[in-house]
């Protein structure tokens, strides 16, 4: 019987008691694939579900399994806050890209312990290696290698759709496998059980009272080929089970536990071992270029946590900290540690943040302390909801932190500065998959994988998300437009009371929308923006002289309240460096499909939409009709302004008009309700057309437009 130390893997003793509990055994008329000389099983291409088409991916962020919770609502300020280093008007996306099935071995389900991501050279992932073990009896366990293949950061803009390959398998019917790494053509594995049938050196023999192994496979040129891979040597550890294990560029470092446990630091290349440490109960490795960090706990019925600061060369121990937080015994818990910070998850006593001193030292206390997640009403078993695994990644600009909290999801958030920001939650769908809980999480670069007990490991891709679409095309304007728009419509000069941009205010005004007299398809090609506001930029189309408000709103907006999706253009209609990720030239497709003849489409702005990575109702339009304007109505009789601006009992709140220049159709907003406001109508400018041109090439005139409505200056 195994001691129930091999709890250390990705099984969480209490808050996955029900998630992890034991499948029936397998269907015998269901047949195996079958392994090679030396263990290794190439499986179906059904072991890993992918995501589709790059068209699926980008409509839906979320599995069936794992979805999406509520992002903290932010202001809508524009620009970056000061005290944070991430951008409050971006939204981080979760894109699944794949779901990696659990294996089952002679009757028994195994699940995943650890994730070893490994990149190309670059901080691109190209493989990751997953190890698997059993809850409690009898030992079972796997290797497993993946490859992951067109991982573009963002997801969303990569032409081939992101995926993950299963590329062999390495069962173990008498080993759990708990943690794993790689360093330079090595596999590093540690578990508990007996490995005599796979090595069979003299120096190694398995007694039940230490169960405990190191393993080191080599993989020779080719990871990616089992025949080149052998394993080289196994080393017995102290204890019951191996826990984690770490490589430098000299050194194998090793945990065992629970009693009895130790660190052990080898020699990388001979295995001859340089220190051993005894230390209980073992929880976490981590390492960066200033030290090894070690948390454990003890075997008292309330566990009191500790970090050492520990040299990894010599095993000197340079600074222990008792930590002010009970964990759960013999339960899993983790560190993550970057060259700033050392994160701490703590079961019950959530995550604690310290800020490490230049020499890799960390203070007496956390600079933050995130509590585990909120326990809901009625929960079976509170235990379920506490804070078992911590992991960072730099995205982009930005410092991801992702803890694994049993029924509570995942909690996503960003480091900046002394500050973390809780940003979302991905959440089990335990309506659909119950046995679902997330037990383990880590990621590197945009990659994140998300063990959820029973329910499989979840690849994710991470990405930000700005409100800008994929752009079809990036055209160039002619050099006429390029050169007289900005100075036609400059920033902060009344368009009311300045010519030439004056002769668009007198009578009549009636270019309010785009007339189709040809069937086409529509695009928007953005120009440049000056809001001080996140808008969002949508479309309703009408076939009568006039639209009907009612009938515009149900186009624009979902029965349930919210913005409908499908008739939006931009959901962050903001430039580069001022909110947004829009720059000149940014081409884009009004709807899916072509319009008719005799098809009239207006425009209107969802001013202050964009909040925290989605599009809200405010219920402030800006229409391009302005009988829909139908705001300060009060104002109306003393309108300050000249021309005409107050029409059909509603404020204009556009221009439209022909480039003299270019011949294209040029729409400009003013995104402040008149007759307040700087009035410049150049708060968002963009070009109409019916054609989409090559990438890289001139913006040509439109010709399936009726234009007799408009201007040409």
């Not at 059980?193 to 398995?206: C, P, V």
């Not at 080929?225 to 080393?235: F, N």
């Not at 909110?579 to 001013?607: D, E, M």
């Not at 003393?638 to 003299?660: C, E, R, S």
Request: hydrophobic share 35%; proline share 5%.
């Amino acid at each position: 019987m195994k001691n129930t130390i091999k709890l250390f893997g990705i099984g969480l003793f209490l808050a996955m008691a029900v998630s992890c509990a034991k499948n029936e055994p397998s269907n015998p008329d269901n047949p195996q694939p079958q392994p090679n000389d030396k263990g290794f099983v190439k499986y179906p291409s059904d072991r890993v579900s992918n995501a589709g088409s790059l068209e699926e991916l980008n409509r839906s962020t979320q599995d069936p399994d794992l979805i999406l919770g509520n992002y903290v609502d932010q202001a809508a300020t524009k620009g970056l806050d000061s005290r944070l280093d991430y951008n409050i008007n971006s939204a981080y996306t979760f894109r699944f890209i794949a779901h990696v099935k659990n294996i089952e071995l002679n009757g028994y389900q195994l699940q995943a312990t650890h994730v070893k991501i490994i990149d190309n050279g670059t901080s691109r992932p190209r493989y990751a290696i997953v190890t698997y073990n059993t809850r409690l009896s009898p030992y079972r366990g796997a290797i497993e290698l993946l490859e992951l293949s067109n991982l573009n950061e963002p997801a969303v803009s990569d032409p081939a759709t992101p995926k993950a390959t299963s590329v062999w398998l390495r069962t173990f019917e008498n080993a759990d496998i708990n943690n794993v790494d790689y360093r330079d053509g090595y596999i590093y594995i540690v578990g508990a059980g007996n490995l005599s049938d796979w090595y069979t050196g003299s120096d190694y023999r398995y007694t039940s009272s230490t169960p405990a192994f190191l393993a080191v496979i080599k993989t020779g040129t080719n990871i990616a080929d089992p025949a080149t891979i052998s394993v080289e040597k196994v080393i017995k550890l102290p204890s019951f089970a191996g826990t984690n294990v770490k490589t430098t560029a000299s050194s194998i470092i090793a945990a065992s536990g629970d009693r009895n446990g130790a660190l052990v630091i080898l020699n990388r290349l001979t295995y001859e071992e340089i220190r051993r440490i005894s230390i209980n109960d073992i929880r976490s490795l981590e390492l960066n270029t200033k030290g090894l960090y070690v948390l454990n706990g003890t075997m008292s019925d309330e566990q009191q946590a500790s970090v050492r600061f520990i040299n990894p060369t010599t095993g000197n121990v340079i600074n222990t900290l008792n930590l002010q937080a009970q964990q759960q015994r013999e339960a899993k818990s983790e560190l993550s540690v970057t060259e700033k910070h050392m994160m701490v998850a703590l079961n019950e006593g959530g995550t604690q943040i310290f800020r490490l001193t230049a020499d890799g030292n960390f203070p007496a206390t956390p600079i933050q302390t995130v509590p585990r997640p909120a326990i809901p009403s009625g929960a079976s078993n509170p235990q379920d909801y506490v804070t078992n695994g911590v992991s960072n990644a730099e995205v982009g600009n930005n410092s991801f932190i992702t803890m694994a909290n049993g029924a509570g999801g995942v909690t996503v958030g960003i480091l900046g500065g002394s500050a973390f920001r809780d940003i979302g939650t991905l959440q089990p769908d335990k309506q659909n998959t119950p046995k679902q809980s997330i037990n383990f999480v880590v990621m590197k670069g945009n990659v994140m994988f998300v063990a959820s007990g029973l329910g499989g490991l979840k690849i994710l891709v991470v990405g930000e998300d700005n409100g800008v679409p994929v752009p079809i095309g990036n055209v160039l304007f002619c050099n006429s437009l390029n050169t007289t728009l900005p100075s036609f419509l400059p920033e902060g000069v009344n368009a009311f009371t300045t010519f030439p941009q004056s002769q668009l205010f007198e009578a009549p005004i009636t270019a309010m929308n785009v007339n189709v007299a040809t069937q086409t398809n529509l695009y928007v090609t953005f120009f440049d923006e000056g809001a001080s506001l996140l808008n969002t930029l949508v479309y309703y189309t009408y076939t009568g002289s006039a639209p009907v408000k009612a009938d515009v709103m149900s186009q624009i907006v979902n029965p349930d309240g919210e913005i409908n999706l499908n008739r939006v253009i931009y959901k962050n209609i903001s430039k580069m460096n001022a909110g947004g990720g829009l720059v000149r030239g940014h081409l884009t497709q009004i709807g899916k499909t072509p319009f008719p003849a005799g098809t009239k489409i207006g425009f209107a702005l969802v001013v202050d939409a964009w909040r925290g990575g989605k599009v809200r109702n405010t219920g402030n339009f800006r229409f391009t009709h302005p009988a829909l304007n139908n705001y300060n109505i009060a104002n109306a009789n003393n309108n300050p302004l000249t021309g005409q601006a107050f029409i059909n009992g509603g404020w204009l709140a556009h221009v439209m008009y022909k480039d003299a220049g270019c011949n294209n159709f040029v729409v400009a907003f003013e995104d402040i309700a008149l007759p307040f406001g700087d009035k410049d109508f150049n708060d968002i400018v963009f070009v109409v057309s019916d054609r989409q041109p090559a990438d890289g090439s001139m913006l040509q005139a439109s010709t399936s437009f009726d234009t007799s409505n408009l201007k040409t200056l």
